[in-house]
Structure formats: C-alpha cells, structure tokens
C-alpha cells in the first residue's frame, strides 16, 4: 500500500503532497482528481501492476483503499 | 480477416494544409488557472491548435493540398482516375465531398469520386481502399482526401473535447507502378464500443429537432448538445491503451515483421499520454516515434499526414508504420514506404 501511495503520488497528483493522502483518504477530496488522474490511473494500473482497469471501476472507487483493490 | 498485402502501388507525394488561426490553450478560459492548462499540455502533449474560421470548410483546406501537391509532382489532373475523400466534416450531409472536389479541382468526369466517413483510423482504411482499386493497373493516379474540422463539432464549453480537436486537411498521390514495394494492412472494428465517441443527432436514429441544440451540463461539469462530439474519455483511454498495442502486436504476429523492421512509427495523434503508452509497450526508440499534436492537436483522420509532413525524416527512403484508432471503434495498421522521390509539402499561412 506505502508503494501504491507513493505511485498515486508520483505519478498522479500534482498538488497533494504525499503526506496528505492515506488509504482511507476520500477521492472526491482530493481538490485536483479529474478525468486527468482518471487516465492517468488507468495508464498507472495498466503499466505497473498489469491490471486493465476501466473509468466505470474507477468510479465506483469512494477510498484510495479502493483503488488499491482494483490493482492488487 | 481483415490482413491484406498489396503490390504495385506507390505513394507519390502528401500535401497538408492548416488554417492559419491559432488557438492557444494558455489563452483559453475552459482553465481555472495556468497551472491547470500546464498540466493539461504536460499530460496530453497538446500546447496549441488550428482552428477554421466560418468560410473554410475541410474541402478548401484539402482543395489547395492538392493543388499544390499536383503542380510539385507535375501530374496532369485528366490522368486522375480515382479520389477518395475520408472525412466526418463534408461541406453538406448530401452529396459527397469527393464528387465537388472532382469538380472543383478540374478532373474529368470518367474518374471514381467517393467518400469514406471514418474518424481518426481514417486515413488507414482510405489509404487501403485506394490500394485496392489501383493494384491491378486500370487506374493510374489516385488522390486521397483526408481531412476534418473538428473545431466546430465539438462545443467551445466542454473540456473533455475542445482543447483537444484542431482542424487540417491533406491530400495524399499514389499512383501504380509495379516498381513499388509491398503494402500490408491489417484492419479492426469493434461496434460495441459505437457510443464511446459519438455525436447523437444529425443521422436518422436521433434526427435534428429543437432540444438537440440546447446545451446541458454533464456530472464533470463540462457542457454539450446533441449535435457535438461526445467522448467518453476513460473508455477511450482503456481501449487505447490494452486493444491497440495488442492488434499492432497482431498485426507484427501476421506480417512476419517486428519493430526493427521499420525507420518510423507513426501514431494518430490522440494525446502524448496514451501514444507514449503504446510506444514503450511495442518497443520503439522514441527518435523513432514522429509527433504533431504539440502544434495541431488531435485532427482526426488528418493526424498521420500531418506527423508525416510536419516532421523530418534522416533518411530519403522510409519504412513507416502508420495506425490509427478512435471513433468506431476503430483500429488501422499498415505498413508502407516512401521512397526518395517522395514529395511532401506543409501549407501553413501563419504569421505572427
């Protein structure tokens, strides 16, 4: 999971410092996740972790927890 | 299976056209900030684009590609058999663009003229067809259209389209020569995913009425009507990202060929992204790989042209492999040459 944040993190959000996310940390309160982060979690999942993952999933995501799920 | 190897057809020469007004994403106001319009170019490759004003259509912006194109390569225009003209942008919904231009351009009457409405694999399947016709000798010289004004489909207020879509327009010469080296093409459809980039009304399911032109508001926020352009961008993106680099594996699989077969990689220029992502997967360099959506953006089927004739080649003679994917869905492999006689020509009226 520390891995999986630290990916987010890096490879996702700009903004959010690591420090300001955990895995109960809620998606829609993350100020700067838009359809950006969206694709850029599907590209994420696809090219580290081999997981073809879909906006419909990603949706259904509340926690970074739930994120984490669909990859592992 | 749609795996098809051609013989006796070259590609002679591709002229592109931009309009000359430019649209800057720093400039436009879909961005709450400049940071936010920096990531969205960081991420999508796209800093700025050209758009069509009210009087230029796709059909000028490929007319004078032609012209152009046809005085370099000193053809005569009544040895033109053949045009096709790939676009979703045509002049009227009846008749087709490439009958006007037959006209407009000076061809004689006795030539096959005909549209072909596919979106960004376009410019694959025209390039197919045309090799298909030519191939056995009956027609000499063919033009292939390919172009679009997507500017004006997509609506200025929503996010998930606007900054994305530029206009161009291209022709492409090809002639029979049984000199010319072989062509493989490999092609992919893929209906259920019809919805995924799609504008609603206009055709005959959903015909044109007062509530189609009304703008609504989606969950992102982004605003729309019936007769713009609809993306469901993380379909889209999944899509590219696992069904395109696994048919251009296919398609190595099918053609006997890998990646070091070939000088370039050319990719219909969605966004940096989702390219990047498929070039590493098929393994190519990235000096290998040519862009134009930095300048242009995405133009639809005018995408691999454009890459081709806004970039340097080291070399005189290349092998490319071309793909396109998008709107269908839909995929285009192919697998072609330019040889040193190739003539390539970029029109752009732009000045500071």
């Known amino acids: ?72 | 299976m749609s795996f098809i190897k051609f013989e006796n057809v070259k590609i002679s020469g591709i002229a592109c056209k931009v309009p000359k007004q430019k649209f800057l994403l720093e400039e436009s106001n879909l961005f709450k900030s400049s940071k936010d319009v920096k990531k969205f170019s960081k991420i999508t490759g796209i800093k700025e684009k050209r758009h069509a004003n009210n009087s230029t259509t796709t059909l000028d912006l490929c007319l004078d590609s032609a012209n152009q194109l046809i005085s370099e390569l000193d053809w005569d225009k009544t040895e033109i058999d053949l045009i096709v003209f790939v676009t979703q942008t045509p002049d009227y919904p009846v008749p087709n663009n490439a009958i006007i231009f037959q006209d407009r351009l000076g061809v004689k009457k006795d030539s096959m003229c005909f549209d072909v409405p596919l979106g960004c694999s376009g410019y694959v399947y025209g390039l197919s067809i045309v090799f298909s016709l030519m191939e056995k000798g009956f027609m000499k010289k063919a033009l292939l259209a390919v172009g679009d004004t997507l500017s004006k489909q997509a609506n200025p207020k929503d996010k998930s389209t606007y900054p994305l879509f530029g206009d161009a327009g291209s022709v492409t010469a090809l002639e029979y020569d049984y000199k010319s080296s072989d062509s493989e093409f490999y092609l992919w459809s893929d209906g259920s995913g019809y919805d995924k980039i799609i504008v609603e009304s206009g055709g005959y399911r959903n015909p044109i009425n007062s509530e189609s032109i009304i703008d609504k508001v989606d969950l992102n926020g982004n605003i729309r009507n019936k007769v713009n352009t609809y993306m469901n961008g993380s379909a889209v993106a999944s899509f590219t990202m696992t069904e395109v680099p696994d048919q251009i594996k296919k398609f190595f699989d099918l053609s006997n060929k890998s990646n070091d077969d070939y000088d370039y990689f050319i990719m219909h220029q969605a966004n940096k992204f989702l390219n990047e992502n498929i070039r590493k997967k098929i393994g190519f360099e990235e000096k290998q790989t040519l862009y134009s959506m930095e300048n242009f953006g995405n133009t639809s089927s005018t995408t691999i042209p454009l890459t081709i004739c806004s970039n340097q080649m080291d070399k005189s003679s290349n092998k490319l492999l071309i793909c396109g994917f998008g709107v269908g869905l839909s995929i285009g492999i192919a697998s072609i040459e330019i040889d040193s006689n190739f003539k390539k020509i970029m029109i752009d009226e732009f000045k500071k």
């Open chain 1, 1 to 72: 999971m520390k891995d999986f944040i630290k990916k987010i993190s890096e490879e996702i959000l700009e903004e959010t410092s690591i420090e300001e996310i955990n895995s109960d940390t809620l998606i829609e309160e993350i100020e700067e996740w838009d359809s950006m982060c969206v694709m850029l979690f599907i590209g994420l999942a696809d090219s580290s972790y081999n997981k073809p993952v879909t906006g419909e999933d990603i949706e259904k995501c509340l926690t970074i927890k739930d994120l984490y799920n669909l990859i592992s």
